[in-house]
């Protein structure tokens, strides 16, 4: 063969004879081999490995180059595969890189020799590593938020901090999750949802991972979630003013209700805390002067933010105050408050119960409270010590009371307008009158009495009164049963009898209703006992005229009986009614003519 370096085959396999010969004689020897054609390794190449950074982002990063094998390889096992640092020495098939391999420049070539097993075949090409810079993370600012209840737990929108952590680039292909270990960020496990609920009170660190869906690579940063306490605020009750025009608008001082706002503040911390006013939940419309704010509805409802003023909180917290305009009481002016001069009599002071009155001002109304002073200053003020209590003794006569009314229920108060007039009204002036005496006929204690013949005697000139008689002095002071003096009163008590006279002036009359009460004695008195039949008086005629001279004395003694002479007058009368009347006695009954024969001569004892 004219060139054996060169010598292309002709069969495959094919042998090929080899001839060797002494050159110093002749004798030669032969021998053969084969000549075989294999074919070269099937593999894929692999031009590129790209792998994100580590966390040190600093272009260098370990290859696990094995994990390509089988990618080049197809899975055959008859082929194996080494990595070197140029080409020359993947042919030569010296110095391997060792695995895994950390890249020395980036990128950086290295050469991949592909050998079969079997056949010795093999192949090589270059490989690029490129190490891949991991997304441009940026730590966000902490996430604080102002904790209403201070216990130190809040939600956080984690995603609010999505554009922060970009670096202000949209999301769109970077993908940013939140996790509670900084494990699980790396190993893209276990992501906290959105809202979070903190589990470490007041501060807690969770982690950020980024990743750029282009390239895979992600970065990893750190959040702070700061619970910051808020001031803690009361809800005031409503403020409620009286409306004192009818027209539902009224002042309010809004800062009045600032100490119950702070109460659970310690005082000494309050000058840390602004407090400001709106009139919409919006925040939109400040009360400009909140000490003399005049309501824009009623009710209305005023929102109140409080300001923690520490620069490292500055947390607010909001709450409303309801302001009401309510009715005053309405209150019925008093009619008079009178009595009567009845325990001194004549010095105008009498105990009045003023609390009487009570209903008549309030018209029945149990949520109205009302209190009576002496001085308007007094009823303005409404100090307690002030009040007067019942009974109350008038000063003056007639006396002006000052009225305050409150109504329990919304505390408004009136203490203008109303008045109360005491007046002590006078009693009659009747005169006690002297018992009023009748005969009795038949001696048994018992008689009819015109009661009424003694009115003029008990009124003595008084104008404008009433008299009314009574058997019970409790009946005269009651205005009961009174006796009907329309017909004649028998007294039920023999012989005398005290009844009870009320002299009134009557209001039925107009008058006021005062009364005196004064006593009448009835007095029965015993007629004297004359004889049914006194023996006549005879005189002899001496001269038959018929008439005679008679001593009508004589029949005294017949006439007066047992009853004593001193203790009765005895008068002689012509005629019946003159003895009934006592008129025309007969001015000599010693020597009396007669004037008829016979003629009846009437006595009166």
Known sequence: IATPEAFLNTTNPQIIWVRLQDNANTCIKIGSFNLVVELAPVFTVVPVVALCDDLVQDGFTEFDLNLQNNTITGGDPTLSVTYYPTEVDAEAAINPLPLPHTNVVNPETIFVRVQSVVTGCYATFPMELIVVEAPTIVTPNPMEICDPDNDGFSEFILTDADLEVTGGIPTGNLVVSYHYLLEDAINNVLPLASPYLNNVPFLQTVFVRLVDQTTGCFNTTTLDLVVKDSPQIIAPEDMIECDDDSDVIEVFDLTEREDDVLASIPV??????????????????????????????????????????????????????????VDAPTLMPPSELELCDAITPEDGFEPFDLESKTDEITDGDLTIEVTYYETQAQADTGDPLDALTSPYTNTSNPQTIFIRAEDLNTGCVVSQGITLSLVVNPLPSPVTPTPLEVCDDNNDGLAEFILTDK??????????????????????????????????????????????????????LGGTGCFKIVELELVAIPTPIIPVVIPDLVACDDD??????????????????????????????????????????????????????????????
């Not at 939940?281 to 009710?299: D, F, M, R």
């Not at 002095?473 to 039920?492: Q, R, S, V």
């Not at 009934?580 to 004037?595: H, K, M, V, Y």
């Open 268 to 325: 000494s911390e309050w000058p840390n805390y602004t407090i400001s006013y709106f009139e919409d939940a919006a925040l939109t419309i400040p009360i400009v002067n909140p000490t003399a704010y005049s309501n824009i509805s009623n009710p209305q409802t005023i929102f109140i933010v409080v300001e923690d003023q520490e620069p490292t909180n500055l947390c607010t917290s909001q709450t409303t105050l309801t302001l009401v305009v």
């Open 544 to 605: 038959g005229d018929g008439l005679a001279e008679f001593d009508l004395t004589l029949q005294q003694d017949i006439i007066y009986g047992v009853q004593n002479p001193l203790a009765y007058t005895l008068t002689y009368h012509t005629t019946e009614p003159d003895a009934q009347d006592g008129f025309n006695p007969i001015a000599s009954p010693e020597a009396f003519l007669n004037t008829t024969n016979p003629q009846i001569i009437w006595v009166r004892l």
């Open 455 to 508: 009115d003029d005697e008990i009124i003595n000139g008084d104008p404008g009164v009433a008299i009314s008689y009574y058997e019970l002095k409790l009946d005269a002071e009651n205005g009961a049963n009174p006796i009907n003096t329309a017909i004649p009163y028998t007294n039920t008590t023999t012989y005398s009898q005290i009844i009870h006279v009320r002299v009134e002036y009557p209001i039925l």
